[in-house]
């Protein structure tokens, strides 16, 4: 069934889908072994629409060569530039080549009868957004069977599992970093359970407290060593952060008293409650640090005041530290004053509206002032900016971020800020855009129907000449494409040209008939070429479609008179010759010289009118089918010595040279060969009028037979090594001598030799001479 009636409504299974449903609805099927979704069985047709309906992402290997079909929550997991979507309707084989021998043994289990597989966190590496990634998998794959009950097919219902297994492995690091930095640091951890009171703690926070070594304790035994003083202070901050309205932090600095020792310790405990989805505490846990000793404290806040400078300083990315409600510059670093053309003199511990007043007016003080109010980040891209600087006025676009600066009881500080320049990005933007829109409105001004495609060669513009020309909308093409208005005939020969040059990357030139809005079909000419980026990678596919049908009627108009006037000829000229040799034959013996050399010359005139005549009855057979050929076996060699012998009689000029090989068996018309023989020796004579040797050779091959013809003279230009095998070509070219002839020679003898399956060519330079090559198919007896 043609993809142009494939729709939702032929085919419930594959309505909806999204994008996966309408790439099954549009895809060519007829050339997969599954066959057109109107053969498809009812079981993979229930399993589609299964697939397609599904949130969850899932895939289907089916029939012999376990046919690719996934959905559109699979769709992500093939990333960019990778996989998608090439390979639905895809062999698996073909389209998993990297992990084929991960996957083949557990498709092979399930398609066996076996059981289905489950595999959880499995590394599967994969070939997607260019390169080959190692990604984790949780997945099923489950046996479909079809009417029969035979399993027909393979489903997959994944889950990927990179991000998840790539943050434990992340926590698996942090953790042991963590214990790493809490051992080094010397610091207590401790970890409540509000659901059963219990508390355990490592050994560190046991010995503060004078606790015993227990695992698990329950938390009043920890109560009762904190001192009495700030006992309920501790008890307070732990219930707040028990209740969700906190965000379930905690932080309280107080004294612990050990029960035997009555040594002091003052402690900074902090933590942090977790909640479950009914907003219960499920877990409270957090650190404690001695903090007795002040001078500890003060390094503490002074290291970490430095990394925070020094992660400022230091960062490439312009950041900037603005501090309290009036958001007073604390903080630029190198980058950020590159950027506002300024000096740290002129910038630091003063008001951000006062270095640049003219901001006064734009939205960023007020973005500064929210995210400062409501400690939330702010993010923005490509936005617009201008400010004043030494050099004048600057207007840009950034990508910016202003995050809050929080203290140690939650208050909002400050804020940073980060922000990218994106300006040259934009810019190019806009003038791709802006180019853009002058194509469309130049395109949109020609008479000619312009047209573009992407790289897979799907059409996805036209100009307003293919909507006056077609009488359809926009709505109306996209939905069915340009091909419905490809004459029917055309339409085959069109899709496979333009398929191979999307292929090939090779310009697309055809000819074919369009249906004009009145119902007239019109010849076109269409022609499309790549456009290659800096790297060669084809972007897109600029084409047009010229109308040609009035020159096509000229042609045809010129085709039939040469047919009339080549049989209208051919009776006359054949009478004439016939008397012209009775008069030669009365006066062969005659005296008068006169008379017989002047029937000479009009009988050589009458074979060249003849032989013409008969070229042009042959053009017609061409154009028409209807060459006839009488195909015999003969000796190749032995009628390459006669024509030789006939020719050289003739001619006085060229000495022609023959250099055989072993001699071939060729089933041909000898007729026809004859005459390409014929043709190409005495264009090597006419074209070759200052040298003295032509010479032909023949090579066997294992399959074929390959004769050449050489001549020493004036050589064709490589441009037009192709074209002089066209119908009435002819080489042109200036302050060159013109040779006689109407240019239908080479295309009678390059038909003659295609008819044969045989192939032609031409080896030549300018002034260097010409070989020219034919092959037929022949066998050694």
């Given at each position: 069934?043609?993809?142009?009636?494939?729709?939702?409504?032929?085919?419930?299974?594959?309505?909806?889908?999204?994008?996966?449903?309408?790439?099954?609805?549009?895809?060519?099927?007829?050339?997969?072994?599954?066959?057109?979704?109107?053969?498809?069985?009812?079981?993979?047709?229930?399993?589609?629409?299964?697939?397609?309906?599904?949130?969850?992402?899932?895939?289907?290997?089916?029939?012999?060569?376990?046919?690719?079909?996934?959905?559109?929550?699979?769709?992500?997991?093939?990333?960019?530039?990778?996989?998608?979507?090439?390979?639905?309707?895809?062999?698996?084989?073909?389209?998993?080549?990297?992990?084929?021998?991960?996957?083949?043994?557990?498709?092979?289990?399930?398609?066996?009868?076996?059981?289905?597989?489950?595999?959880?966190?499995?590394?599967?590496?994969?070939?997607?957004?260019?390169?080959?990634?190692?990604?984790?998998?949780?997945?099923?794959?489950?046996?479909?069977?079809?009417?029969?009950?035979?399993?027909?097919?393979?489903?997959?219902?994944?889950?990927?599992?990179?991000?998840?297994?790539?943050?434990?492995?992340?926590?698996?690091?942090?953790?042991?970093?963590?214990?790493?930095?809490?051992?080094?640091?010397?610091?207590?951890?401790?970890?409540?359970?509000?659901?059963?009171?219990?508390?355990?703690?490592?050994?560190?926070?046991?010995?503060?407290?004078?606790?015993?070594?227990?695992?698990?304790?329950?938390?009043?035994?920890?109560?009762?060593?904190?001192?009495?003083?700030?006992?309920?202070?501790?008890?307070?901050?732990?219930?707040?952060?028990?209740?969700?309205?906190?965000?379930?932090?905690?932080?309280?600095?107080?004294?612990?008293?050990?029960?035997?020792?009555?040594?002091?310790?003052?402690?900074?405990?902090?933590?942090?409650?977790?909640?479950?989805?009914?907003?219960?505490?499920?877990?409270?846990?957090?650190?404690?640090?001695?903090?007795?000793?002040?001078?500890?404290?003060?390094?503490?806040?002074?290291?970490?005041?430095?990394?925070?400078?020094?992660?400022?300083?230091?960062?490439?990315?312009?950041?900037?530290?603005?501090?309290?409600?009036?958001?007073?510059?604390?903080?630029?670093?190198?980058?950020?004053?590159?950027?506002?053309?300024?000096?740290?003199?002129?910038?630091?511990?003063?008001?951000?509206?006062?270095?640049?007043?003219?901001?006064?007016?734009?939205?960023?003080?007020?973005?500064?002032?929210?995210?400062?109010?409501?400690?939330?980040?702010?993010?923005?891209?490509?936005?617009?900016?201008?400010?004043?600087?030494?050099?004048?006025?600057?207007?840009?676009?950034?990508?910016?971020?202003?995050?809050?600066?929080?203290?140690?009881?939650?208050?909002?500080?400050?804020?940073?800020?980060?922000?990218?320049?994106?300006?040259?990005?934009?810019?190019?933007?806009?003038?791709?855009?802006?180019?853009?829109?002058?194509?469309?409105?130049?395109?949109?001004?020609?008479?000619?129907?312009?047209?573009?495609?992407?790289?897979?060669?799907?059409?996805?513009?036209?100009?307003?000449?293919?909507?006056?020309?077609?009488?359809?909308?926009?709505?109306?093409?996209?939905?069915?494409?340009?091909?419905?208005?490809?004459?029917?005939?055309?339409?085959?020969?069109?899709?496979?040209?333009?398929?191979?040059?999307?292929?090939?990357?090779?310009?697309?030139?055809?000819?074919?008939?369009?249906?004009?809005?009145?119902?007239?079909?019109?010849?076109?000419?269409?022609?499309?070429?790549?456009?290659?980026?800096?790297?060669?990678?084809?972007?897109?596919?600029?084409?047009?479609?010229?109308?040609?049908?009035?020159?096509?009627?000229?042609?045809?108009?010129?085709?039939?008179?040469?047919?009339?006037?080549?049989?209208?000829?051919?009776?006359?000229?054949?009478?004439?010759?016939?008397?012209?040799?009775?008069?030669?034959?009365?006066?062969?013996?005659?005296?008068?010289?006169?008379?017989?050399?002047?029937?000479?010359?009009?009988?050589?005139?009458?074979?060249?009118?003849?032989?013409?005549?008969?070229?042009?009855l042959d053009v017609t057979k061409?154009?028409?089918?209807?060459?006839?050929?009488?195909?015999?076996?003969?000796?190749?060699?032995?009628?390459?010595?006669?024509?030789?012998?006939?020719?050289?009689?003739?001619?006085?000029?060229?000495?022609?040279?023959?250099?055989?090989?072993?001699?071939?068996?060729?089933?041909?018309?000898?007729?026809?060969?004859?005459?390409?023989?014929?043709?190409?020796?005495?264009?090597?004579?006419?074209y070759s009028p200052h040298a003295?040797?032509?010479?032909?050779?023949?090579?066997?091959?294992?399959?074929?037979?390959?004769?050449?013809?050489?001549?020493?003279?004036?050589?064709?230009?490589?441009?037009?090594?192709?074209?002089?095998?066209?119908?009435?070509?002819?080489?042109?070219?200036?302050?060159?001598?013109?040779?006689?002839?109407?240019?239908?020679?080479?295309?009678?003898?390059?038909?003659?030799?295609?008819?044969h399956q045989g192939k032609i060519?031409?080896?030549?330079?300018?002034?260097?001479?010409?070989?020219?090559?034919?092959?037929?198919?022949?066998?050694?007896?």
């Open positions: 069934m043609p993809n142009s009636i494939i729709t939702q409504q032929t085919f419930s299974f594959l309505k909806g889908g999204g994008e996966m449903g309408r790439l099954m609805r549009n895809k060519d099927w007829s050339e997969s072994t599954v066959g057109t979704p109107d053969t498809w069985p009812q079981s993979l047709r229930t399993t589609l629409g299964i697939i397609l309906n599904s949130k969850f992402p899932m895939f289907l290997w089916w029939g012999s060569e376990l046919i690719c079909f996934y959905n559109d929550a699979y769709r992500p997991s093939l990333g960019q530039n990778g996989k998608h979507p090439s390979i639905l309707g895809m062999p698996a084989k073909d389209a998993w080549p990297e992990i084929w021998d991960i996957i083949k043994p557990l498709i092979d289990q399930v398609l066996s009868g076996g059981e289905a597989t489950w595999m959880e966190d499995q590394l599967i590496p994969i070939f997607r957004n260019g390169k080959i990634e190692d990604v984790y998998w949780t997945f099923s794959y489950s046996p479909v069977n079809d009417e029969s009950g035979f399993v027909s097919g393979v489903l997959v219902t994944c889950s990927e599992t990179t991000e998840n297994v790539t943050i434990r492995h992340k926590l698996e690091e942090s953790k042991n970093k963590l214990e790493f930095a809490i051992e080094a640091a010397k610091l207590g951890t401790w970890d409540y359970n509000p659901a059963n009171n219990k508390f355990i703690s490592n050994s560190r926070l046991k010995e503060w407290f004078g606790l015993p070594h227990e695992a698990e304790i329950e938390l009043p035994h920890a109560i009762n060593a904190i001192a009495e003083k700030d006992r309920q202070r501790v008890i307070d901050a732990i219930q707040n952060a028990l209740d969700p309205s906190s965000g379930g932090h905690y932080e309280v600095e107080y004294t612990i008293i050990h029960p035997i020792t009555k040594k002091e310790t003052i402690v900074q405990a902090k933590g942090k409650a977790w909640f479950n989805a009914d907003n219960i505490a499920y877990r409270f846990n957090g650190t404690m640090e001695d903090v007795t000793v002040e001078v500890m404290a003060r390094r503490k806040v002074t290291e970490s005041e430095q990394r925070f400078r020094s992660l400022i300083t230091q960062s490439p990315i312009a950041m900037v530290v603005f501090r309290g409600p009036a958001h007073v510059i604390e903080i630029a670093n190198d980058a950020m004053l590159k950027r506002w053309n300024k000096t740290e003199q002129d910038l630091l511990n003063k008001r951000f509206v006062d270095v640049f007043p003219e901001i006064k007016g734009q939205k960023f003080p007020l973005l500064l002032d929210e995210v400062y109010r409501t400690g939330k980040i702010y993010r923005e891209t490509e936005a617009l900016s201008y400010f004043q600087d030494k050099d004048g006025k600057r207007i840009s676009y950034v990508d910016f971020e202003y995050s809050p600066l929080l203290e140690s009881n939650g208050n909002v500080s400050g804020i940073i800020a980060i922000l990218n320049d994106v300006t040259e990005k934009v810019e190019a933007r806009m003038k791709i855009e802006e180019s853009q829109q002058k194509f469309r409105l130049l395109a949109d001004s020609m008479a000619q129907h312009i047209w573009t495609a992407d790289t897979e060669g799907n059409l996805n513009y036209y100009n307003q000449s293919v909507f006056n020309y077609s009488g359809l909308t926009l709505e109306e093409i996209n939905k069915d494409g340009l091909i419905q208005i490809v004459h029917p005939d055309d339409r085959v020969g069109h899709l496979k040209s333009w398929m191979n040059s999307v292929k090939t990357g090779k310009d697309f030139l055809f000819e074919h008939r369009f249906r004009r809005h009145d119902g007239e079909y019109r010849w076109q000419l269409s022609r499309a070429v790549p456009q290659f980026d800096g790297n060669g990678n084809i972007q897109m596919w600029v084409g047009t479609s010229t109308d040609i049908h009035d020159i096509k009627k000229n042609e045809q108009l010129k085709d039939d008179f040469i047919k009339m006037a080549s049989h209208e000829l051919k009776t006359p000229v054949t009478t004439i010759r016939g008397y012209v040799q009775l008069l030669m034959e009365m006066y062969k013996n005659g005296n008068d010289a006169m008379l017989t050399n002047s029937l000479s010359s009009v009988d050589k005139h009458i074979s060249k009118l003849t032989k013409l005549i008969t070229d042009l061409i154009e028409t089918g209807s060459l006839h050929l009488a195909k015999e076996n003969f000796k190749i060699n032995k009628l390459i010595e006669e024509i030789i012998k006939d020719i050289q009689i003739t001619t006085s000029t060229h000495k022609i040279i023959f250099d055989p090989d072993t001699d071939a068996l060729v089933f041909a018309d000898r007729d026809r060969i004859s005459q390409v023989l014929i043709n190409l020796l005495i264009n090597s004579i006419k003295k040797e032509v010479i032909i050779k023949t090579r066997l091959t294992k399959e074929e037979i390959v004769v050449s013809i050489q001549d020493f003279g004036i050589g064709i230009d490589v441009d037009d090594h192709d074209k002089i095998f066209e119908r009435f070509y002819r080489v042109q070219g200036k302050n060159e001598k013109t040779y006689p002839g109407f240019g239908i020679g080479l295309f009678i003898v390059k038909e003659i030799i295609s008819n060519w031409v080896e030549s330079k300018k002034n260097e001479g010409s070989v020219f090559y034919f092959s037929l198919p022949a066998f050694t007896d």
